[in-house]
C-alpha cells in the first residue's frame, strides 16, 4: 500500500461498501518505534517495499500534506507523534542555506513533524486498516497485469491469473505505473507526457544525532548551492534521534558513494553545517544512491482513462524530490477525490444509478485534480528548468522576471521573517502561489530587485545578508 492509496482509503471507505487493495509488495511489518533500532527497521521496511525505491531516503512532510492527511484521518498527526514523529516548527527548527546565506529562523505556526516514509506509512497505513475493518480487504503481494473493461464494469488482471471485477478501478500505482501501456494495448489514447528533467541523483545514509546535540542550534539542515550550484544536500531529523541525510546533484553531478568522497562532497558545499554534523556524527546506515527522480506529468485531465477507472499519486505527476512535496500532493489529491465523489453520487439514489455515476466520474475527477497539482508542478519545474542541461518536453519555460522576483523573494527570507513565513506556506502547499504577490510580498521582493539593480548584479546577485556574511 502506498502513500496516496492509503489516503484514499479514507475517502472511499466512506462511500463503498466494499473495498479491494492491491498491492504487489508484502506489507513492511511492524512500524519503525523509537525505542529499539529506527536505522535498521527503516532499512528492513525499505527491503521489504520494492515498490517504493525511495522508501530510505528522507521523505520530508509539507504543511499543507500533514494537514491533508489529519483532516481525511483525524487524529493522524498526534498518532504519527506518539510513535515517534518529531514536531517540527519548519521555520525554528530547521536551517536553510540558499543563495549564499541561511534564511532567518522565527517561531511560526509553520509546523510538521518529522518522521521517516516508514513511519508515515506504517500510521497511515494501520489507521486507514483500523478505521475500515471489516470493508477492506488488502492483497498484498498481488501485482496487477492488465485492465479491461466495457461501459457497465472493469477487471483488473492478476500476474496469477486471475481477474476481478469492480465498479471503480483507482490506479495508484506510483510513478513507473503501467497504466498508459495498458491503455496503449488495448488501443485507449494515452495522455500527452510532459517532462522536466534535471537529472537528479540522491546519495544519502543515516547518522545518530548525538545526544548532546544542541536542538535549538538546529535540527535539520538543508543546503542549496544557488544560484549557480548544483550540488545540495539536506539532514531531517526522524524518529529515534536519527537524521536521514542526502547529498544531491543535477545535470551529470553525482555525488560520490565513496566514503571519503561523500564527505568531501558536503565540505564543498557552500555552507559547512552540514559537514560538520556528519563529519562527527555516527552513520548507522550504508550509503545508498537514488537516480530517476525528474518531474512527469501525464495529462489525464485532457485524456481521461476509460469509465470506472482514475489516476492519482505519482501516475499524474511526480516530482524532484527535493522540494518534498510528493506525500503532500498525494493527501490533498485523495481530498479531491473525496470532494468530487460527493459531488458527483447522489447518496439518496438506487444502487443503479450511484454506480453509474461513480462509472462517470473519471473526467470531471481528473480535471479537478489536474488544478490541485498545478502549484507544485509549476514551483518544482520553474526551478529545475533553470539548472544548465535541464531536459525539457511540452513545458513553457518560466518568464525571466518571474524568475528574478522569485530570486529576490528567496533572497529576502534572509532577513524578513514576514516574507520567509508567506513563501514557506506557499511551498508547504498551505496557500497558493499567487500568495507570493501578495502586497507584502511585492514590496519586499520589488526593493530587494531594486538592489539587485543597483549592484548591478542581476540575476545572481547575493543578499545583503550573504554581503555582509561575506
Ligand atoms: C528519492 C525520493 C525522495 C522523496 N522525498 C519526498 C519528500 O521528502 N517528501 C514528499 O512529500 N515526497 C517525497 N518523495 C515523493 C513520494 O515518495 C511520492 O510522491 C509518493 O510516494 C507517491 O505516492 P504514490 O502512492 O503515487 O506512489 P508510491 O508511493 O511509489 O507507491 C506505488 C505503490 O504501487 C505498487 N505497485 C506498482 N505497480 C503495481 C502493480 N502493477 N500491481 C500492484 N501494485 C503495484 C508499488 O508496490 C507501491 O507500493 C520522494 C520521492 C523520491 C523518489
Known sequence: ???????????????????????????????????????????????????????AHPHTLAMGGLEAMDALLPGFEEELVRRGGIKL????????????????????????????????????????MRRNAGKLTVMEGCRVSGLLWDEEKTWVELRSGEELQA????????????????????????????????QLVYVGRMYEMPKDWDKKKWMGHITFSRPTGLTGAGMVPVEGSVWQMVEWGYNGVVPPMDEQAFLDYAANLPDKEIYNAISSAKALTPLCKHAGANNVQRCWDATPPPPGVLVIGDGVQALNPVYAQGMSV?????????????????????PEARRQAVRGMGPSFQKQL???????????????????GTKVEGVAKP???????????VKSCHHNAAVLMGFFEVAHLVRPPTHLFHPRMLAAGLKQMLWDAWQGLWPAAPSRAALKAE
Not at 490533498?332 to 447518496?347: I, R
Open 89 to 128: 516548527d519548519l521555520a525554528r527548527d530547521l536551517r536553510f542555506y540558499d543563495f549564499g546565506a541561511n534564511y532567518v529562523r522565527a517561531d511560526s505556526t509553520l509546523k510538521s513533524v518529522g518522521a521517516s516514509r516508514a513511519l508515515i506509512q506504517s500510521t497511515l497505513q494501520d489507521e486507514v
Open 330 to 350: 498525494a493527501a490533498k489529491s485523495a481530498e479531491c477525490l473525496g470532494k468530487v465523489m460527493q459531488a458527483s453520487v447522489p447518496g439518496k439514489a438506487s
Open 1 to 55: 500500500m502506498s502513500s496516496v492509496r492509503r489516503a484514499f482509503q479514507a475517502v472511499i471507505g466512506k462511500q463503498f461498501d466494499r473495498v479491494t487493495l492491491l498491492e504487489a509488495d508484502k506489507l513492511a511489518s511492524p512500524a519503525p518505534e523509537t525505542d529499539g533500532q529506527p536505522a535498521e527497521a527503516i532499512m528492513q521496511a525499505a527491503k521489504q517495499r520494492r515498490g517504493i525505491p525511495q522508501l
Open 370 to 388: 489536474a488544478a490541485v497539482v498545478a502549484p507544485a508542478w509549476m514551483m518544482a519545474t520553474s526551478e529545475d528548468q533553470r539548472y544548465p
Open 399 to 409: 518568464p525571466r522576471l518571474l524568475c528574478l522576483y522569485i530570486d529576490a523573494l
Open 167 to 198: 465498479d471503480l478501478v483507482i490506479v495508484a500505482s506510483g510513478r513507473a505505473s503501467c497504466l498508459p501501456q495498458w491503455l496503449k494495448a488495448a488501443g485507449h489514447p494515452v495522455p500527452a507526457v510532459h517532462k522536466v528533467d534535471a
